[in-house]
């Protein structure tokens, strides 16, 4: 799992309820990704992040926010407004988002479930 | 439009047999393709990618993939397959050319009896 740290690993919501997932990552990477993984359907990407102040929508952002205010830190809101939040996510870092052959670096994830 | 399949839900080998992940892809351009392994709970751990070059890639703990374009695959291999080999494999491919996203395919799973 590298230099990236998710927590908290086990998260319980209520309906209604807003959610934050942290990630930090001490690999002084530029670009940061934030992932859903639900049974047999791999991973999809929430948002991901080149760069400081920067952000861009995946393919699932619907109900999700983010903000990239420090390089080291890429945390990841659950909104009332995502209907089926229940899922593992996964918080991701490559070194340059630019150069697309980079790897990503992987977190521990956190476990959401919906009460 | 990018995309992975993986088309075995399951792979299941005996100990100390070669072992084979399929993976085939799809880009509008030259892919990047990467395999990953994840153990139960956990995040994903990098194996190897193809960048260019040589088909025959390395990776760790043993494992190669050899591309393949006139196919569009990315087959994960392993000529002695261990107990401990057993997880959930991930292919992912990103075009060269467009966006920055990777995509992931479905993931195999992949159990190793004694």
């Known amino acids: 799992d590298g230099g990236i740290t998710q927590s908290p690993k086990y998260l319980f919501r209520k309906e209604g309820q807003n959610v934050t997932l942290s990630c930090e990552q001490n690999l002084n990477h530029d670009a940061m990704y934030w992932y859903r993984q639900d049974p047999g359907q791999g991973l999809r990407l929430i948002y991901y992040?080149?760069?400081?102040?920067?952000?861009q929508k995946g393919d699932i952002a619907e109900g999700y926010s983010v903000s990239r205010e420090k390089k080291e830190s890429f945390p990841l809101t659950v909104t009332s407004a995502q209907k089926n939040p229940t899922a593992f996510y996964l918080c991701?870092?490559?070194?340059?988002?630019?150069?697309?052959?980079?790897?990503?670096?992987f977190g521990p994830g956190t476990r959401l479930t919906v009460l | 439009a990018q995309s992975v399949a993986q088309p075995e839900d399951q792979v299941n080998v005996a100990e100390g047999n070669p072992l084979t992940v399929k993976c085939t892809y799809s880009?509008?351009?030259?892919?990047?393709l990467f395999w990953y392994v994840q153990y139960p709970n956990r995040g994903l751990q990098f194996l190897l990618k193809y960048i260019t070059g040589d088909n025959l890639v390395k990776g760790s703990y043993g494992f190669e993939a050899e591309f393949n374009k006139s196919q569009t695959s990315f087959h994960l291999k392993k000529p002695s397959a261990l107990v401990s080999d057993s997880a959930l494999y991930f292919c992912a491919v990103r075009d060269r050319a467009n966006d920055y996203k990777l995509s992931f395919g479905a993931g195999t799973t992949v159990t190793v009896r004694a």
């Open positions: 880009v509008s351009g030259n892919p990047y």
């Open positions: 991701a870092s490559s070194i340059d988002g630019s150069r697309r052959f980079n790897e990503q670096f």
């Open positions: 992040s080149q760069i400081v102040n920067d952000f």
